[in-house]
């Protein structure tokens, strides 16, 4: 392909969207790990162009907002006349005066497109020595998109959008993709001819095509190998039906790369997560944003990882993480809840029912059973006891709990923060530590058990409790009597 100085790219994302029902723009729509508009965005920075620019109007700001951390990005913002022949003309307006390379246009709302295929389409282009080449699928059910009109030769005569359709022209299976390459000069010139004589009373940018065809030029429509990737999105439905796409060929990929994916009908994978060789990943998991999955670890079932780093050979078990760091060897779950800033050293291990967040949990320590580590610095060797909790808010401020290497506390303690655990210290069942425990010491917060008699016979009398307690006490009584009689 020539050097970037001859393609410019233009990103319709203009539209309002309405059949999506939704207060968020509809190129801001999530699916597979970016939003649609980041998908063609990403696709289209694979290219060699000089410029790539996004036309915006409906929820302006928001959008742009959203490309503030996308480098290279111009954005272009339409004007009142509707269109997307206007759009195009706006963005073009501002490409040097001297630009004479190939503008490729590229719509927000079609998000499955893949670099070679549009790699190929300028190729193509080029070859051929055309004014203009689009992008063309023939689908089942065409309802809704532009169709492309041939000649009886089969060249591009014209594109007709749905709503301007004939019968015949609505009969028509092969769709126009919303995907374009133009000379320059000759989208400039044909541009300025455009009216809006159609059922919609706008700019339309295939209308070009047929200016072009009037005035002798060649047009060429490569059709593509899988229609899919035209597919455009325009309501919930069309929404879920590309998101299945997206994964499916996320999941197939990374199945080619070397990982087990034992279903991949319940597995979510965002594109932007990577996973390395002999990765296993269990059904109704899901993987998403930069989460990344080491060489042997095992994920899943029922498992989300999000924003993660998962360790070599670690396993990781019906769990929910956000933004947390499982070390190489560790196991997590199942059920178990890792929060934001849960850092887990190698071979670490946070088990059923327990909850962690903001905490470093060190190399071989434990944290078994029904538990809430937060705010916490676990050392290695740890084990904690069942039920431990780590009582880090006093209502106003977060304080944190320190716990030395090789401690072993009780079962159901409660570690009021700030406080600190000394190494190799141990803590008695039911132990409440409100001050700090000196290295090797037991910690013992015991008081004596009072049991005060006949108290559910004085403050619950007639209930179940009562008659059951009654009960018991003649089953006593009448078993001492025989017991004397058995004596005698």
């Known amino acids: ?208 095509v047929r200016l072009l065809r009037e005035s ?14 035209a597919l455009g999105v325009n309501d919930r439905v069309q929404l879920a039906e590309a998101a299945a796409i997206l994964n499916a060929r996320i999941v197939r990929r990374w199945q080619r790369e070397g990982v087990t994916v034992q279903d991949p009908a319940t597995t979510w994978i965002d594109d932007t997560a990577t996973l390395a060789q002999d990765v296993t990943i269990l059904p109704n998991t899901h993987i998403l944003g930069a989460t990344t999955i080491a060489e042997g670890a095992t994920v899943g079932p029922d498992t989300s990882l999000l924003d993660c780093e998962v360790g070599e050979g670690a396993s990781v078990r019906r769990t929910d993480a956000t933004l947390a760091v499982i070390g190489a060897g560790a196991t997590v779950g199942p059920f178990a809840y890792l929060r934001a800033g849960a850092e887990l050293a190698a071979g670490a291990k946070v088990g059923t029912y327990v909850e962690v967040k903001n905490s470093q949990i060190g190399e071989g320590s434990k944290v078994p059973h029904l538990s809430y580590v937060g705010d916490t610095t676990i050392g290695r060797g740890v084990n904690l006891g069942a039920g431990a909790i780590t009582a880090n808010y006093d209502d106003i401020t977060k304080h944190r709990t320190e716990i030395g290497d090789e401690v072993h506390t009780g079962s159901h303690n409660v570690f009021v923060a700030p406080v600190r655990i000394g190494a190799g210290a141990k803590t008695g069942a039911g132990a409440v530590i409100r001050k700090d425990v000196p290295a090797g010491a037991l910690a013992l917060s015991v008081a004596p058990q009072r049991n005060v008699e006949g108290w559910v016979d004085k403050n619950r009398a007639g209930t179940a409790a009562a008659e059951a307690a009654e009960r018991a006490r003649s089953a006593e009584k009448a078993a001492d009597g025989a017991q004397e009689q058995d004596d005698h």
């Open 1 to 208: 392909m020539s050097d970037n100085t001859d393609l410019a790219i233009i990103i319709l994302a203009a539209g309002q969207g309405t059949r999506m029902r939704s207060a968020l723009p509809k190129v801001l729509h999530p699916i597979g790990g970016r939003t649609l508009l980041g998908h063609v965005l990403h696709t289209a920075q694979q290219l060699p162009a000089s410029v790539v620019r996004v036309v915006v109007r409906h929820e302006r700001d928001r959008i742009v907002q959203a490309l503030e951390d996308i480098p290279g990005v111009e954005v272009v913002d339409q004007d009142e006349v509707p269109g997307t022949g206007r759009a195009v003309q706006l963005a073009v307006d501002g490409l040097p005066g001297d630009f004479d390379g190939d503008v490729l246009v590229l719509s927000g709302d079609v998000p499955l497109l893949e670099t070679d295929t549009l790699a190929s389409l300028l190729e193509e282009h080029r070859a051929a020595a055309v004014e203009a080449t689009l992008l063309s699928a023939t689908l089942d059910d065409p309802a809704g998109y532009g169709r492309v009109i041939r000649d009886a030769d089969g060249s591009v005569a014209r594109i007709v959008e749905d709503k301007d359709a004939s019968d015949d022209e609505a009969a028509v299976a092969e769709i126009n993709a919303g995907v374009y390459v133009f000379r320059a000069a000759s989208l400039r010139e044909s541009l300025a001819r455009v009216g809006t004589a159609n059922a919609q009373g706008e700019v339309y940018l295939t209308d070009v």
């Open 216 to 229: 002798g030029r060649q047009v060429a429509a490569r059709a593509a190998a899988d229609a899919r990737i």
